[in-house]
């Protein structure tokens, strides 16, 4: 197909006229991908349920999500506001990526570090 348009492009534009119209089109694609960047940022300023139940989260509920992502090998420092942050960004995270089936994505996501955590557990007996 691309070929066939610069076939019919080149024997009817000169080449001025074919920078003229990729410059276009170009204007236009950007246009439009600046008009979806906008909606979508907005959306994700939208404060919803799903944030506020998120961002609900007290300390003393988040710790322990943390404390299963640390035993699966990751990285979080050992202070409740640092575990806290942690968590909380995952949710958001998850609320960005999947709206209101955040929730099952937790639930999968610590089915996952479960296994994880067993492995270990598996292979390196004490």
């Known amino acids: 197909m ?9 024997a009817w534009l000169s080449t ?8 276009y089109v170009a204007q236009a694609l950007e246009a439009e991908y600046e008009r979806g960047r906008d909606e979508r940022d907005a959306e994700m300023r939208r404060f919803s349920s799903e944030i506020a139940d998120a961002l609900g989260t007290m300390n003393f509920q988040s710790c322990p999500l943390a404390h299963v992502f640390r035993a699966a090998g990751h990285d979080i420092p050992r202070k409740a506001e640092q575990e806290q942050a942690f968590v909380l960004h995952w949710f958001l995270t998850l609320i960005w990526d999947h709206g209101a089936e955040w929730r099952a994505k937790v639930a999968q ?7 994880t955590i067993e492995g270990k557990a598996k292979s390196n007996p004490t």
């Open 16 to 23: 001025e006229e074919r920078h003229d119209v990729a410059k």
């Open 109 to 115: 996501k610590l089915e996952e570090l479960r296994s």
């Open 2 to 10: 691309a070929k066939t348009y610069e076939a019919l492009a080149t």
